[in-house]
């Protein structure tokens, strides 16, 4: 048998890679006990990276290793390294019918919010918060001169039952008797959730010396089919001194005595209520920049804001709404004007959407299953509403018919740029003695347009519309789609909608039959006046076209009101002309007001035709210098 001889040169080579590694160990031991650059970031995925029960084992029966990992995290967090020794990764889980909401061990903080009754535009769950686009931190200092953040540190989780509510305990440990505590409590079937930031024993470890900053951030996913209209109606709300307002996409700006700040996602919203109103706030709103960051988010909300100490302790008393931007909902939350957050328009536009429009669509909800059928009733309505000032309209065009043959004499009579005057004057004459006024057919025509504009409103905001089918569009709060286009029109875009079609179709038949109309309201073209008329043919091909490219991508049920309101006065129209409107009276009674003694002039109009004279004997004066 062959006797086995050493190996000087694998003796060797075993030395060495032992010494490697015990030089390697070493090393890695001193760059944990020396200045990390984040403290508590690296505690935090040192314990992560650690199975729980070995971590636990540990403690039972600590190896020189683990006594020198635990003295490294005393040296790192300080009087807090008890929550990292302690700590552990998990989630623990309130919900109702309405939300269900998910608090990370970590941080403290929720780390999924889902609406349980909505759906995004593509049929899944809808989330507002998910995979980390949320952060919800507070950042301060110890009285050993460290500086700390709640999401790198661990919270041990207590759920409990107070009557029908759910109420999660979240505590961030110095000892069982000092600690940091948020407090959630969700009631049944309800959006707002209680939220509490308070501290207990901690005046001796919280350094007041500092700025205890709580930093709250969001990546709004898209949730919606048109990603151009939701982002457009997606900002950053905000109420102070009693104002709510919001804040477009630019840089940080500063606020005070702020009750609420709300990151608003078109038809969803996450707000954070105070009772306590934050000071100094720096709030933010930024628009994402990418194709492919565009694709899945809309814009990007922040806040900073410090946080006061009371007796040495925090004591915040807050809520949390995850939920939709529902008028008549958020109007239940009595004192907070959260029902600003849906846009109904500003001034005069929004009160005839509270008082009017809302109302109405309400009372015709509550008997009709079909959405388009109930925009379509809304327009009979408001076109029925609306019809004494067509036939006011047409009444005084048909007036100005009559009379138009006088006025074009009047111009023969007058011709030329220095009878401007005189010309002008004896046409407000004669549409005086014969009852007519310009303004009698303008005034009706604006009175309309404040309804115009309310319902240019309303049904982009309405969030019952969305998800809502109608005859071919699958979704009445977004665009209707009946072809997709390979390539995208600038400002039209890479699909074909057919409501924006038809409205348009509409539109020009409307304008078409109304051209002579408004030809008669318009006064003989004068002497270096442009043409009306050429401007008004001009007008009844750019308006349809117009319409056609910016409706295409704005809500169908927008597109299906406007169709419906053409359609309808059209129809008034020709009933107010062939049914209502006798031209042979209207002569008789412009006759009849010729043949009447003139009224005694009011002192504006006596104003007026004195300032006119003057006007008209200077440009003589001038005409003979020249």
Request: hydrophobic share 40%; charged share 20%.
């Given at each position: 048998?062959?006797?086995?001889?050493?190996?000087?040169?694998?003796?060797?080579?075993?030395?060495?890679?032992?010494?490697?590694?015990?030089?390697?160990?070493?090393?890695?031991?001193?760059?944990?006990?020396?200045?990390?650059?984040?403290?508590?970031?690296?505690?935090?995925?040192?314990?992560?990276?650690?199975?729980?029960?070995?971590?636990?084992?540990?403690?039972?029966?600590?190896?020189?290793?683990?006594?020198?990992?635990?003295?490294?995290?005393?040296?790192?967090?300080?009087?807090?390294?008890?929550?990292?020794?302690?700590?552990?990764?998990?989630?623990?889980?309130?919900?109702?019918?309405?939300?269900?909401?998910?608090?990370?061990?970590?941080?403290?903080?929720?780390?999924?919010?889902?609406?349980?009754?909505?759906?995004?535009?593509?049929?899944?769950?809808?989330?507002?918060?998910?995979?980390?686009?949320?952060?919800?931190?507070?950042?301060?200092?110890?009285?050993?001169?460290?500086?700390?953040?709640?999401?790198?540190?661990?919270?041990?989780?207590?759920?409990?039952?107070?009557?029908?509510?759910?109420?999660?305990?979240?505590?961030?440990?110095?000892?069982?008797?000092?600690?940091?505590?948020?407090?959630?409590?969700?009631?049944?079937?309800?959006?707002?959730?209680?939220?509490?930031?308070?501290?207990?024993?901690?005046?001796?470890?919280?350094?007041?010396?500092?700025?205890?900053?709580?930093?709250?951030?969001?990546?709004?996913?898209?949730?919606?089919?048109?990603?151009?209209?939701?982002?457009?109606?997606?900002?950053?709300?905000?109420?102070?001194?009693?104002?709510?307002?919001?804040?477009?996409?630019?840089?940080?700006?500063?606020?005070?005595?702020?009750?609420?700040?709300?990151?608003?996602?078109?038809?969803?919203?996450?707000?954070?209520?105070?009772?306590?109103?934050?000071?100094?706030?720096?709030?933010?709103?930024?628009?994402?920049?990418?194709?492919?960051?565009?694709?899945?988010?809309?814009?990007?909300?922040?806040?900073?804001?410090?946080?006061?100490?009371?007796?040495?302790?925090?004591?915040?008393?807050?809520?949390?709404?995850?939920?939709?931007?529902?008028?008549?909902?958020?109007?239940?939350?009595?004192?907070?004007?959260?029902?600003?957050?849906?846009?109904?328009?500003?001034?005069?536009?929004?009160?005839?959407?509270?008082?009017?429009?809302?109302?109405?669509?309400?009372?015709?909800?509550?008997?009709?299953?079909?959405?388009?059928?109930?925009?379509?009733?809304?327009?009979?309505?408001?076109?029925?509403?609306?019809?004494?000032?067509?036939?006011?309209?047409?009444v005084s065009s048909a007036k100005m018919k009559v009379i138009r043959p006088e006025l074009n004499?009047?111009?023969?009579?007058?011709?030329?740029?220095?009878?401007?005057?005189?010309?002008?004057?004896?046409?407000?004459?004669?549409?005086?003695?014969?009852?007519?006024?310009?303004?009698?057919?303008?005034?009706?025509?604006?009175?309309?347009?404040?309804?115009?504009?309310?319902?240019?409103?309303?049904?982009?905001?309405?969030?019952?519309?969305?998800?809502?089918?109608?005859?071919?569009?699958?979704?009445?709060?977004?665009?209707?789609?009946?072809?997709?286009?390979?390539?995208?029109?600038p400002f039209y875009g890479n699909h074909v909608s057919l409501f924006p079609i038809l409205a348009?179709?509409?539109?020009?038949?409307?304008?078409?039959?109304?051209?002579?109309?408004?030809?008669?309201?318009?006064?003989?073209?004068?002497?270096?006046?442009?043409?009306?008329?050429?401007?008004?043919?001009?007008?009844?091909?750019?308006?349809?076209?117009?319409?056609?490219?910016?409706?295409?991508?704005?809500?169908?049920?927008?597109?299906?009101?406007?169709?419906?309101?053409?359609?309808?006065?059209?129809?008034?129209?020709?009933?107010?002309?062939?049914?209502?409107?006798?031209?042979?009276?209207?002569?008789?009674?412009?006759?009849?007001?010729?043949?009447?003694?003139?009224?005694?002039?009011?002192?504006?109009?006596?104003?007026?035709?004195?300032?006119?004279?003057?006007?008209?004997?200077?440009?003589?004066?001038?005409?003979?210098?020249?």
């Amino acid at each position: 048998m062959e006797q086995k001889k050493f190996d000087t040169n694998s003796f060797i080579g075993m030395l060495l890679l032992g010494a490697i590694l015990l030089w390697w160990m070493y090393s890695n031991k001193q760059d944990e006990l020396q200045n990390p650059t984040n403290p508590t970031e690296q505690v935090a995925d040192t314990i992560q990276k650690t199975d729980d029960i070995t971590v636990r084992s540990n403690l039972m029966n600590p190896s020189e290793n683990d006594s020198l990992q635990n003295v490294a995290i005393k040296n790192q967090l300080g009087a807090f390294a008890y929550s990292a020794i302690q700590g552990k990764e998990g989630t623990t889980t309130i919900e109702n019918t309405l939300l269900k909401l998910d608090i990370a061990n970590k941080g403290g903080q929720i780390v999924n919010a889902q609406l349980k009754q909505f759906q995004t535009y593509d049929s899944l769950p809808l989330h507002l918060i998910k995979d980390n686009n949320a952060s919800f931190n507070i950042n301060f200092g110890t009285t050993d001169n460290r500086i700390l953040n709640t999401k790198d540190l661990f919270f041990e989780p207590s759920l409990t039952q107070n009557g029908n509510s759910q109420v999660l305990s979240m505590k961030l440990k110095v000892s069982d008797t000092q600690y940091l505590e948020y407090r959630y409590e969700m009631k049944p079937d309800e959006y707002m959730v209680d939220f509490t930031i308070r501290s207990q024993g901690l005046g001796t470890v919280i350094n007041s010396s500092n700025a205890i900053n709580l930093n709250w951030n969001l990546q709004a996913f898209r949730n919606e089919k048109s990603q151009k209209t939701e982002n457009m109606y997606s900002c950053l709300h905000y109420k102070t001194d009693g104002e709510v307002d919001n804040m477009s996409p630019t840089d940080t700006e500063v606020f005070n005595q702020l009750d609420w700040v709300a990151y608003k996602q078109h038809f969803f919203s996450s707000v954070l209520i105070t009772d306590k109103p934050f000071e100094n706030s720096q709030l933010n709103s930024q628009d994402f920049v990418g194709e492919e960051a565009e694709a899945k988010h809309t814009k990007t909300f922040g806040m900073k804001t410090p946080l006061e100490l009371s007796g040495g302790e925090l004591n915040y008393a807050m809520k949390w709404y995850y939920g939709p931007n529902d008028y008549e909902l958020l109007s239940n939350y009595k004192n907070t004007d959260l029902n600003e957050l849906v846009d109904l328009g500003w001034g005069i536009f929004g009160t005839i959407n509270r008082w009017l429009f809302i109302p109405v669509f309400g009372f015709l909800e509550g008997f009709i299953g079909s959405y388009g059928l109930i925009i379509i009733l809304m327009t009979i309505v408001v076109r029925i509403f609306m019809s004494p000032l067509v036939y006011k309209s047409y009444v005084s065009s048909a007036k100005m018919k009559v009379i138009r043959p006088e006025l074009n004499e009047l111009n023969k009579r007058y011709p030329g740029k220095e009878n401007a005057m005189k010309r002008q004057q004896e046409t407000m004459a004669i549409q005086r003695k014969a009852g007519v006024s310009m303004m009698s057919g303008c005034v009706p025509a604006l009175l309309q347009m404040p309804i115009f504009f309310a319902l240019f409103r309303f049904f982009p905001s309405n969030i019952t519309l969305r998800g809502k089918s109608f005859l071919w569009a699958d979704d009445l709060s977004s665009y209707d789609t009946v072809f997709q286009l390979p390539f995208e029109i600038p400002f039209y875009g890479n699909h074909v909608s057919l409501f924006p079609i038809l409205a348009s179709i509409a539109i020009f038949f409307y304008m078409k039959m109304n051209q002579s109309q408004q030809m008669n309201m318009q006064a003989p073209t004068q002497e270096g006046m442009p043409d009306m008329g050429k401007l008004m043919k001009w007008m009844i091909y750019f308006s349809p076209l117009m319409m056609l490219f910016f409706f295409n991508n704005y809500a169908s049920s927008l597109s299906l009101y406007y169709f419906t309101s053409n359609l309808l006065t059209i129809a008034i129209m020709l009933v107010i002309k062939n049914y209502v409107i006798d031209e042979k009276k209207i002569i008789a009674q412009i006759e009849e007001n010729k043949k009447r003694p003139e009224k005694k002039k009011s002192k504006f109009r006596q104003r007026l035709d004195d300032a006119m004279k003057q006007a008209q004997e200077q440009q003589a004066k001038q005409q003979k210098r020249k």
